[in-house]
């Protein structure tokens, strides 16, 4: 079966890319929240999934309603 390659939104983050680690106080004592990027897409957003012919025309399809309708 032939599958074809596509970029998602990170499981992961969300398509954030980073994450919130904890939270920190800066030099001026203000206190923020310290990111560091997602693990799982290395800061993208992204991550790589695979998709066969059947689901890539759906997908298409899909898009192709949406776009008719605006």
Same mark, same amino acid.
Not at 2 to 7: D, F, G, P, S
Not at 53 to 57: A, D, I, N, Q, T
């Given at each position: 079966m032939?599958?074809?390659?596509? /970029?998602i939104n990170c499981l992961s983050c969300n398509g954030q890319a980073y994450v919130p680690v904890g939270e920190e106080v800066s030099s001026t004592g203000v206190k923020y929240i310290r990111h560091r990027p997602c693990f799982v897409c290395q800061g993208s957003g992204k991550?790589?999934?695979w998709i066969d012919?059947?689901?890539? /025309?759906r997908m298409l399809t899909t898009i192709a309603a949406e776009e008719q309708e605006t």
């Open positions: 032939v599958k074809i390659q596509i /970029r991550q790589t999934h012919l059947v689901e890539f /025309r």
